[in-house]
């Protein structure tokens, strides 16, 4: 009996033994997993194969101050292996403010290979400023060829003349921060060509020679303040448009034609107003003599009554009237005679 309760009670030690050697073994995988979350170790291997000299404190206060390592360490690798001297501090700074870290480096290596002289500050300033500095630094190696949409001019004779033109820039480096864009190189051309085409005697001059729209807008040196330098203008395309100059004419003789017509229906309108004038001051004076008609029978009476008119003068009077009325019958059947005998 007592064997087997030693028996019985080794048993139950190595068990338990077993599960505190298997608890001890839980804890401490996850408390590695838990500081290798934390400690970017195999960055730390890496950056060290690599010949890059970096703590693993600094990149614990990496963690600590929420910059990603491998954002840092990545670039700082690639920039050492380039042959480039950039400090880890300012790597930081730059991503700190936002910036592109892996994208400056790739810059500066660009740069380097392509001997044009671009500082780290530089760079992570234009970066900052919102602009691709890797495209930046290819387009100062390829230059870009920017296309213009169609602009439309005039030329002195009216006619309306389509261009298209290709722009070739360099990117300028030194005036990427603060300079303008595409959109201004693009704008300026375009007005270049209206300006050049608006100068032009002929549209035949034009079409005979687009080279002279090249060249002149060429020699005013477009890309001050911008961040480009214009290597070259060509014209792609040249075409003829409308006749802008019979078309205004045109317009402008409808609406002379309109401003008479209103003026000529003012004066009709003017004579209808005097002519009514003239008709009522004529009905207004034929009313004045029938009324002074009708006064004069009035006063014959009373002429009569106060014996200043006698009966022979009053016979006399009529006899007049009578003879007057005849003659201007007869002169009147003679004057309608005449006229029938010239129409026959």
Request: no cysteine.
């Amino acid at each position: 009996m007592r064997m087997d309760a030693l028996l019985l009670a080794a048993n139950v030690v190595q068990d338990n033994t077993i599960l505190i050697l298997v608890g001890i073994v839980i804890v401490a995988i996850i408390i590695l997993a838990i500081i290798l979350s934390f400690v970017p170790l195999g960055l730390w291997i890496s950056a060290l194969a690599a010949g890059v000299r970096i703590g693993i404190f600094n990149l614990i206060g990496m963690r600590l101050r929420r910059v990603v390592p491998s954002r840092i360490v990545n670039p700082l690798i690639k920039a050492t292996k380039a042959g480039l001297s950039i400090s880890v501090d300012k790597l930081e700074a730059h991503y700190l403010a936002g910036g592109n870290v892996d994208r400056v480096v790739n810059a500066l290596i660009a740069a380097q290979r392509a001997n044009i002289p671009l500082e780290f500050e530089r760079a992570a300033a234009i970066d900052l400023a919102g602009r691709d500095v890797l495209e930046a630094v290819q387009m100062s190696v390829n230059p870009k060829v920017l296309e213009t949409p169609k602009v439309s001019a005039m030329a002195k004779d009216g006619i309306e003349v389509i261009a298209k033109a290709r722009v070739t820039v360099r990117a300028n480096i030194d005036r990427l921060v603060g300079g303008a864009g595409e959109e201004t190189i693009l704008a300026r051309v375009g007005e270049g060509i209206v300006t050049t085409v608006g100068s032009s005697e002929s549209h035949k001059m034009v079409l005979e020679n687009p080279d002279s729209i090249s060249q002149t807008v060429l020699n005013k040196s477009l890309h001050s303040g911008t961040a480009f330098e214009i290597l070259s203008i060509d014209i792609a395309d040249v075409d003829v448009g409308r006749n802008i100059g019979a078309q205004l004419q045109t317009d402008q003789a409808e609406a002379d034609k309109r401003v008479s017509q209103a003026k000529a229906e003012e004066r009709r309108a003017m004579a209808v107003a005097l002519e009514q004038e003239m008709k009522a001051a004529i009905q207004e004076m034929r009313a004045k003599v029938v009324e002074a008609e009708a006064e004069v029978p009035k006063a014959m009476a009373a002429a009569l009554r106060e014996g200043k008119l006698g009966v022979m003068d009053y016979y006399n009077m009529k006899n007049v009237m009578a003879d007057t009325q005849m003659r201007d019958s007869i002169s009147r059947m003679g004057g309608s005679n005449a006229s029938e005998t010239d129409k026959k």
